[in-house]
């Protein structure tokens, strides 16, 4: 009977609760509100409506009312699944994972032996990464419900402890036990799954424990890794060449290319297994071997010791290949040239064994070339190529193409053929050389493949590529080379041109897109690149792989509040990721997928260490700081901001680079691409930028925090000594140098405040705040000389005025597409400057006379009443007309620069005429030809109205800010 009376009272709740929960699932939250209001009057104890309602509350924005509801709830200890799921997902919402655990914790106490509740828990812990109770929870799961997941839960819970340990307690301790534990479970013979023997496998090695793994794999455990036996044999291999048993592994990866001789990965541990074997002489063989070696067949089972055995083995893999008749595998062809790259290392004769280089690269060529992979493979080889061979290497590459210099492919397979042929040509280095004239005629020709290409792609699916696009890309690079070699403006706006009109024929090609992004970055065209970066509509991961490309230098062009936009978007993905990741986690456990669950860790943790996510966060603050409207919100905004001056919480070792620097796609010589020490190069530097930013953030707290009373000043130390310190950081900072050569298509464009240091904004930033340490000296001795302040004030005025007049010089003489960019990134850090001027005003008006600072939201003003001396007051009265003047003369400066970008003359005898002529004249043709002619003229007319538009948007945005900070000004002129 009183099963059944709750089993009666279960569906009344659920009954009652179900319109609530509708009204959640559709968004209306009064709704739900009601409808909670409505139970609690007949049930005012209904603890899951109660939560419910919470919610709701929530989701309207009333927190704290949530917050209060949730407490109360929390102090009765329900242990029923639709209240405690309920609060569960209210309280992930509020990104308080640990009161999840103790709703959990408390509930497991009042029923200690529900495996649901214990599920629960251990799943809580999972998500606020507590090790040491997921182990507890999962054994006390095991002891009233003996199940192997739970057990292994444990195990995989000691494994993640060592990540919190040193690694000496890791490897003495914490694997040992994870060990122990699963050799009990061996010995009962309890070990079932495979994911178990996995999770076995995956501890032992951690310990380097290689030989009892080998045994593992060869014993009875190893026959439950049945999803992959190509995976068992290539773990086996791994294992061997880990504890150096190189012949063995050497002869393991022999067998696995007998059986797939296609498989790239297979060649590249053979080759890393053989380079091992080298220091064995020919002459260490037996006789038995050598006679061996003889029969072919036999060249599976003997090791390979020399380059010479190797180049045997190849050619007999090769023999193997031609017999397949024309459907040839490319690993061999690729492996003969892997080979020569390695002798060619070792500082060997490759030729002397395998012969020309040439021959090698046209053995390949031959089947191969009219494959689009044709050229990526390739590529590694290329440098091999000495200098004075290459043009002799592309002729023999065109004889294989049995087409003549200007005739035009019959079809796409002749054309992929040429295509690949280009991009040989401009890797080998051929075309760097050529003439300016004779690289316009190579851009006319290649656009004149291009639009025959579109005449054999007539039916192409649109998310597809098409074949031909690659000459529309070439193109675009070698006149983007142009413009910045014989500083040709007109070809950057070619190029822009004709990536727009390949665009619009092919949507989906990313390349076009990212190539356009960056030339219009480069010239400065902020909104006309925002355009780019919404249609290139990046997602999820790419906010961090690819967001550097646009969110760092869209500032440069003087659309901060987009820049600013572009920093929150950012920083929501990597909030959302971490909430993600912790479904990943108990995802993991929930379906026995222990390897992948250390994977999800590293994968939040280098998320969370992103270079791009701690830019993005100082960008953010320091934008709220520069564009509010007025004071009094600049005031709050700074009060707002999470940045202690005495404590840097930011461990900048741990910084991870996760941008993709190879996305954007170049067929430039090896010389020319950007090298792995030109990157790490790069990323000290960006490292080194965001330390000053954050420093600059650390500056303005201390500077604000002088306006509170000694007995309120700020826990974390004494502001007197953090102020002079941080201040002393920034006089002696310095960046360190660019690696940059001017030819890498590839190279990351820089940020604005990249330019800062180099410039005079951080020396008057400097000046600014030795003035209010000065000012606040002041205020505590009202006797002191005051001669150093008034110097300071006229230090900083004078160094405001140059770098408003370093700006106003950049816009004046701006007269090309190739400088707009640096002068409206002058002017953009101009009114940064100006921008913390104000803030500073504020500082030194609240240090010199009577005044009320408000605190944080909440909290009571604080009173300051200290007077300072006349002749200050004027000064800072003087200072801020000074940088009143200063701010209507960058107004006046960037009003001249608009009206000169608005008359920008229109680029004339351009390229774009490159459609097909008619030796006949026919008329058809020719009427074709003057329409694709016209809508081509069209299509540079539109990028050039479109990068004035930008400009003039740029121009209109800094004039908005600028009038707002004169009007800042005003308020400390009296």
């Known amino acids: 009977m009183a099963a059944n009376r709750s089993h009666v009272d279960s569906v009344v709740a659920e009954r009652r609760l179900r319109p609530i929960y509708d009204w959640l699932d559709n968004g209306n939250y009064k709704k739900a509100i009601q409808e909670a209001d409505k139970v609690l009057k007949k049930q005012p104890d209904f603890l ?35 209240t405690l799921q309920a609060m569960t997902i209210a309280y992930r919402e509020m990104h308080e994972f640990h009161k999840i655990c103790s709703i959990y914790a408390n509930a497991v106490q009042k029923e200690p032996l ?178 061996v070696r003889e029969k072919s067949e036999k060249l599976w089972h003997i090791p390979d010791v020399s380059a010479k055995e190797i180049a045997e083995f190849l050619d007999m893999l090769s023999e193997a290949n031609k017999t397949r008749g024309k459907k040839h595998f490319r690993a061999p062809f690729l492996a003969k040239l892997e080979l020569y790259r390695l002798m060619s290392n070792k500082e060997m004769k490759p030729e002397e064994l395998l012969g020309d280089i040439v021959e090698l690269i046209n053995d390949y060529f031959v089947p191969f070339g009219l494959k689009p992979c044709c050229f990526s ?52 280095g051929l075309q760097e050389n050529l003439s300016s004239d004779r690289k316009i005629s190579l851009v006319k020709d290649l656009l004149r493949r291009y639009d025959h290409g579109a005449s054999l792609e007539k039916d192409v699916n649109p998310t597809d590529f098409p074949v031909h696009d690659a000459y529309a890309l070439i193109a675009c690079h070698i006149l983007q080379e142009i413009s910045f070699d014989k500083n040709q403006e007109d070809k950057l706006v070619e190029a822009a041109a004709i990536l727009e009109h390949a665009l619009s024929l092919s949507p989906s090609n990313f390349h076009f897109k990212l190539l356009l992004l960056r030339i219009y970055t480069l010239v400065g065209g902020g909104s006309a690149s925002q355009s780019i970066f919404e249609i290139i509509d990046i997602k999820h991961m790419q906010l961090d792989s690819l967001g550097w490309l646009h969110c760092a230098t869209l500032s440069s062009t003087g659309l901060l509040y987009l820049a600013s936009a572009h920093c929150e978007a950012a920083l929501k993905f990597f909030t959302a990721n971490h909430k993600d990741s912790l479904d990943h986690l108990t995802y993991s456990y929930k379906y026995g997928s222990f390897l992948k669950i250390s994977e ?9 260490h992103s270079h791009h996510y701690i830019r993005c966060s100082i960008e953010r603050m320091l934008s709220e700081l520069l564009m509010p409207a007025n004071h009094e919100q600049a005031v709050e905004a700074v009060f707002r901001m999470d940045v202690s001056p005495s404590d840097d919480n930011i461990d900048w070792e741990k910084l991870q680079d996760n941008r993709d620097l190879d996305v954007l796609i170049s067929f430039d010589p090896k010389r020319k691409q950007l090298s792995q020490e030109q990157v790490e190069q790069t990323f000290v530097r960006e490292v080194a930028v965001i330390k000053l930013r954050r420093n600059q953030l650390r500056c303005l707290a201390a500077a604000f925090d002088l306006l509170k009373p000694p007995s309120t000043e700020s826990a974390n130390g004494n502001n007197d000594d953090i102020l002079p310190k941080l201040i002393s950081e920034l006089s002696v900072f310095t960046l360190p140098p660019a690696p940059y050569s001017g030819t ?15 410039t005079r904004n951080l020396s008057s930033f400097v000046l600014a705040l030795q003035l209010a340490y000065q000012l606040s000296e002041l205020r505590r001795d009202a006797q002191s000389d005051d001669s150093k302040a008034a110097k300071l004030m006229t230090q900083l005025a004078e160094e405001t005025s140059l770098v408003c007049t370093e700006a106003e010089e950049l816009l004046q003489n701006d007269d090309s597409l190739l400088t707009r960019r640096n002068a409206l990134e002058a002017a953009t850090n101009c009114y940064e400057t100006l921008s913390f001027m104000a803030l500073f005003c504020g500082v030194y008006k609240n240090l010199t006379q009577p005044s009320t600072m408000p605190g944080k939201k909440g909290k009571k003003k604080k009173e300051v009443s200290d007077q300072a001396q006349p002749k200050i007051l004027q000064g800072l009265s003087e200072l801020a007309k000074h940088l009143r003047d200063c701010c209507n003369k960058m107004l006046d400066s960037i009003g001249r620069w608009e009206t000169r970008v608005a008359l920008i003359e229109e680029v004339s005898d351009h390229l774009c005429k490159w459609s097909l002529e008619d030796p006949e004249g026919n008329p058809e043709h020719k009427q074709v030809t003057d329409d694709k002619n016209r809508r081509r003229d069209e299509m540079v007319v539109a990028v050039v109205a479109k990068l004035r538009h930008s400009y003039m948007s740029s121009a209109k945005e800094l004039q908005n800010l600028l009038s707002h900070k004169c009007k800042h000004f005003a308020l400390f002129t009296s």
């Open 48 to 82: 899951c409506a109660k939560v419910l309602r919470a919610l709701a509350l929530l989701r309207v924005g009333k927190t704290d009312v949530c917050d209060s509801i949730l407490e109360s709830v929390r102090s009765e200890v329900p242990v029923d699944e639709p």
């Open 600 to 608: 999800f860790v590293e994968f939040r943790d280098r998320l969370h």
């Open 377 to 428: 493979d390739l590529r590694l080889y290329l440098p091999l190529v000495p200098s004075e061979k290459a043009s002799g290497l592309l002729q023999k590459l065109f004889l294989s193409h049995d087409l003549g210099e200007n005739e035009l492919p019959v079809d796409i397979f002749e054309m992929q053929r040429h295509i690949n042929l280009i991009k040989i040509e401009r890797s080998l």
């Open 114 to 291: 529900s495996e649901d509740l214990l599920s629960h828990l251990f799943m809580a812990y999972v998500r606020v990464g507590d090790f040491k109770k997921q182990q507890q929870t999962a054994m006390a799961l095991y002891k009233i419900r003996s199940k192997n997941p739970y057990y292994f839960w444990g195990v995989m819970s000691v494994v993640m402890q060592t990540r919190e340990v040193p690694e000496n307690m890791a490897r003495s301790v914490v694997l040992p036990l994870a060990e122990r534990m699963v050799v009990k479970m061996v010995e009962q013979g309890k070990v079932e799954a495979e994911q178990e023997v996995q999770l076995y496998l995956m501890i032992l090695e951690m310990q380097d424990k290689i030989k009892e793994a080998l045994e593992v794999l060869n014993g009875p455990l190893g026959e439950k890794l049945v999803s992959n036996l190509g995976l068992i044999h290539t773990k086996k291999a791994a294992l061997l060449a880990r504890i150096n048993c190189w012949k063995e592994a050497h002869l393991l990866y022999k067998q696995l290319l007998r059986e797939d001789q296609d498989r790239w990965n297979y060649y590249q541990e053979y080759f890393k297994t053989s380079v091992k074997l080298w220091n064995n002489t020919p002459s260490e063989r037996s006789s038995e071997e050598e006679l």
């Open 744 to 758: 890498e298509l590839n190279y990351p464009i820089r940020s604005r405040a990249d330019a800062i240091p180099s």
